[in-house]
């Protein structure tokens, strides 16, 4: 089994940053892609950013909506992935929800895990 805690939400003002926090623990082999979703009330869960690939040879998808403001990374020997996320807007409130895909056996399948959520909520 695979845990995904995330941390790092809270309540900033337009234009403001918060950096997001997601680890990754349990049986873990590879981890393929990480990413951050986010979902606001009345709207379906969209991709924010994700981030897969190992070593230098790294890619990354970015949402139209946060180019240029929220950059993902991750720390491949702590499991972990992160959302720096700046010039925030109202629009940028929701609940974002970390999610990763991995093996837990070299020969294994490879699984899809979710986070519970942390809220982000943006004041204009």
């Known amino acids: 089994q695979v845990q995904l805690v995330e941390s790092g939400g809270g309540l900033v003002q337009a234009g403001g940053s918060l950096r997001l926090s997601c680890a990754a623990s349990?049986?873990?082999?590879?981890?393929?892609?990480m990413g951050w979703y986010r979902q606001a009330p009345g709207k379906q869960r969209e991709l924010v950013a994700n981030i897969f690939g190992g070593g230098p040879n790294y890619g990354t998808n970015y949402a139209e909506s946060v180019k240029g403001r929220f950059t993902i990374s991750r720390d491949n020997a702590k499991n972990t992935v992160f959302l720096q996320m700046s010039t925030l807007k109202p629009e940028d409130t929701a609940v974002y929800y970390c999610?990763?895909?991995?093996?837990?056996?070299?020969?294994?399948?490879?699984?899809?895990?979710w986070g519970r959520g942390t809220q982000v909520t943006v004041s204009s």
């Open positions: 999610d990763a895909n991995l093996k837990e056996r070299q020969l294994g399948p490879t699984y899809r895990y």
């Open positions: 349990g049986t873990i082999f590879s981890i393929i892609a």
